[in-house]
């Protein structure tokens, strides 16, 4: 019987960005065979993400017996890491037959294996030649949950007359507070839907409830077709620019991208070429929430946002995890 691993990182203080991508590719894992079990450095909060899956909680970069014991003579092994030494990974390549790096920005020389990077701009990273190495790089290797790989075309409606906020599981910056207090004194009448993760803060959570009227919807910890159904039911989003700006362009809502993160920065930056976002900056840009305001009024038209909607939904078909395992399979015969 064949096995993998995907060895990531997600906790309240870092976000869970990379468990939730790394979920698309367990699931597809999983349906090719290849029996997947997650090894997590993280803490309680990233329970939520990994019910029904085979999942170990462990510090892997500083436990290396024990993780050791649980990955060697694997078949594969995934790395979805901003933390892991160069060290570690080559010491967890010699203990699988393949190794598969996920990668935002080009972070270390990985191993003889597989690179993917599915940022918009990977293909300008200058990633070093190997003929032991295969990368997969740019938009069709996407990671995206099992939910948004059939999408409807999405139908940009003449009013903007609603508006997602969604900064993350765990909302590191502690912003959509600040970004619904923004949206509540220049857009009293537009309907506001915040997303809180299971990784809120419960400080800022008594802080987004302050400003809650009833224009105010706020969703707790939805599952993926849940927050799917509410990405394709508003014209608008204002969103942290990891994970979550992957499935907002499957689903075609145009957003207003902020960078809580430093790996997310060729993320953003991709997008916005693209014309897909409407980049506001930074989580501590002293313009931040004068450039979010400003991207309101861009997005305002039903021609701006239709037009954005096409880009997104073109750039991204959802079956970037199928072509990834559909690679590992095949390295593996």
């Not at 649980?70 to 995934?78: A, G, H, T």
């Not at 099992?146 to 900064?167: Q, R, Y």
Request: net charge positive; hydrophobic share 35%; charged share 25%.
């Amino acid at each position: 019987m064949k096995k993998s691993y995907i060895l990531t990182e997600g906790s309240r203080s870092i976000g869970f960005g990379h468990i939730v991508r790394c979920i698309a590719l367990y699931d597809e894992l999983k349906k090719k065979k290849l029996n997947p079990h997650f090894i997590v450095s993280g803490d309680k909060n990233i329970n939520f993400h990994l019910k029904g899956k085979n999942s170990t909680i462990l510090n892997w970069q500083h436990n290396s017996k024990e993780l050791r014991k649980l990955i060697e003579n694997s078949d594969c092994i995934v790395v979805d890491s901003y933390k892991a030494a160069k060290k570690d990974y080559s010491s967890i390549s010699k203990l699988t037959k393949l190794l598969v790096c996920i990668d935002d920005n080009n972070r270390v020389n990985y191993p003889s294996g597989i690179i993917t990077n599915s940022a918009l701009n990977a293909i300008k990273l200058p990633y070093p030649k190997s003929q032991n190495k295969t990368y997969l790089l740019g938009e069709k290797y996407l990671l995206l949950r099992d939910s948004f790989k059939k999408v409807a075309s999405k139908k940009t409606t003449n009013e903007l007359k609603a508006v997602l906020i969604t900064l993350g599981g765990s909302d590191i910056r502690n912003l959509s507070n600040q970004v619904l207090s923004l949206l509540v004194k220049h857009y009293p009448n537009l309907k506001k839907i915040v997303i809180i993760g299971s990784g809120f803060r419960k400080k800022n959570v008594e802080k987004i409830k302050q400003w809650k009227d009833k224009n105010v919807k706020l969703i707790y910890s939805p599952d993926a077709p849940t927050m799917k159904k509410y990405m394709q039911d508003v014209p608008i989003g204002i969103s942290a620019s990891g994970q979550t700006i992957n499935e907002l362009s499957r689903i075609g809502l145009p957003t207003i991208s902020i960078v809580v993160a430093d790996n997310q920065k060729n993320n953003a930056l991709g997008w916005s070429k693209k014309g897909f976002t409407v980049n506001a900056g930074d989580w501590d840009d002293p313009d931040l929430f004068i450039n979010i305001l400003n991207g309101m009024k861009k997005l305002a038209t039903k021609k701006e946002r239709d037009k954005r909607t096409k880009i997104g939904q073109s750039l991204v078909d959802g079956l970037g995890a199928e072509r990834i395992v559909n690679l590992i399979i095949k390295k593996l015969k």
